[in-house]
Structures are given as structure tokens and as C-alpha cells.
């Protein structure tokens, strides 16, 4: 069965503090995996995307196809990045959907 | 994302009412989903649509019905036989057919029993 597990549903970093938001999913194709995130009063975006291989607000996230994880990391918190953070799997078969994980909420402390 | 425009913010529904959800774009975007939003589960699919007058059941269809008669408008009817629809709903929309592409969401509307 398709499933992405975020583990921690709150996570909480000092500022300056390196961050780690874990991922790991669970598909028997080829993962296609995003990073969406929601500010406070925003609507849901994107991030990031594997394919992408690109750094985006200093967050950088590595497909790990050994250990089916894609963890979200930035060396250095800073106050705005506290936000409710989701990773997504893409599926393709005979439809085509996304599923998400249960996310996990970053806040940043001063 | 000003392109996607779901209506009302806020709804209230009665027991034993069907209430439908708006949902509109004007990104031209092929595909279109409904998500529930709860506290601690994240985002749960409900129904999506790839092209007009087609759309496929999602992880949590059940109480939920979705029509598709134009590429701009995907409306959700939670229906009575919904138990617990108390929750924030979103829709999204993705340019093709395909999920690999990133999503665009709405605002949301948040559903409450009176």
C-alpha cells in the first residue's frame, strides 16, 4: 500500500538550530515526492520537489531510495520558517494521485 | 494562489442536510481534488477529477459526492450519510493529468455541525 509517515507531529528548534523533518514513504513504483508547507493565515504550497534537486528558504530534502525517506533539512532555523510542514508522494497507476502525510508542525524558538 | 476561489470560508450545516462546497479556477488547470483536513491526520483525499465528466473516488469517498461538468468548477456535496463532516476542507488543482506536477490549493472552507 501507498503510505507517507511524518513521525513527528511537533517539532521544536531553537533558532540557528539545525532542522530535520522526516519522511518516509512506502510505494513500489518510482517516487515522485514534494515538501508543501503552510504559514500561518497562507494557503498550502510548495516547497519542494525531489526532481527539482534544488534548495528553496535554505531547506534542501534528498531522496534516500534505500531507506524510502525523503527528510526535509536546513542547517540553520530561522523564526520564519515555523509552519506546518507536509510531505507527498505522487502515484501513478490507472488514475493518477497525491497522497500526504499527517505532517509536522516546526516551531521555531528565539 | 489567487486562481483557485472556494466558497463560503465558513458553513454550518444541520443534521441530517446536504451542503455542497464550491470550489473554482481560472488556472486553466486539467486536474482538480478535494482534501479533508483534520487535526493530526493531514490532508486525507477524498474525490479527484482528471478531465471533465470523469472523477475517481479517493481515500475517504464515502458520505461525499463530486459532479465535473466544466473544467473551472469541481463542487463537493458532503451528504448526509457523512457521519462526522465536521473539518476544514481544500481543494486542489494540478496543470495536467498527472499528479507529479506540484499542486495549487484554495483557501479552504471550514464545515461545522450545528
Known amino acids: 500500500a501507498q503510505r507517507v509517515t511524518q513521525p513527528e507531529k511537533l517539532l521544536s528548534v531553537f533558532k540557528g538550530a539545525p532542522v530535520e523533518l522526516k519522511c518516509n514513504y512506502s510505494y513500489s513504483g518510482s517516487p515522485e515526492l514534494f515538501w508543501y508547507v503552510q504559514y500561518s493565515r497562507q494557503r498550502l504550497q510548495l516547497l519542494l520537489r525531489?526532481?527539482s534537486r534544488e534548495s528553496i528558504k535554505g531547506f534542501t530534502a534528498d531522496l534516500n531510495k534505500g531507506e524510502t525517506s525523503f527528510h526535509l533539512k536546513k542547517p540553520f532555523a530561522q523564526e520564519e520558517d515555523s509552519a506546518m510542514y507536509y510531505c507527498?508522494?505522487?502515484?501513478?497507476?490507472?488514475?493518477?494521485?497525491?497522497?500526504f502525510g499527517s505532517g509536522t508542525r516546526l516551531s521555531i524558538r528565539p | 494562489d489567487g486562481g483557485i476561489t472556494q466558497s463560503p470560508k465558513y458553513l454550518f450545516r444541520k443534521e441530517g442536510q446536504n451542503v455542497t462546497l464550491s470550489c473554482e479556477q481560472n488556472?486553466?488547470?486539467?486536474?482538480m481534488y478535494w482534501y479533508r483536513q483534520d487535526p493530526g491526520q493531514g490532508l486525507r483525499l477524498i474525490y479527484y477529477s482528471q478531465i471533465v465528466n470523469d472523477f475517481q473516488k479517493g481515500d475517504i469517498a464515502e458520505g461525499y459526492s463530486v459532479s465535473r461538468e466544466k473544467k473551472e468548477s469541481f463542487p463537493l456535496t458532503v451528504t448526509s450519510a457523512q457521519k462526522n463532516p465536521t473539518a476544514f476542507y481544500l481543494c486542489?488543482?494540478?496543470?495536467?493529468?498527472?499528479?507529479?506536477?506540484?499542486?495549487?490549493f484554495g483557501d479552504g472552507t471550514r464545515l461545522s455541525i450545528l
Open positions: 488556472l486553466n488547470h486539467d486536474a
Open positions: 507527498a508522494l505522487s502515484v501513478i497507476s490507472s488514475a493518477s494521485k497525491i497522497i
Open positions: 525531489h526532481i
Open positions: 486542489g488543482t494540478t496543470p495536467g493529468t498527472y499528479s507529479n506536477q506540484p499542486q495549487h
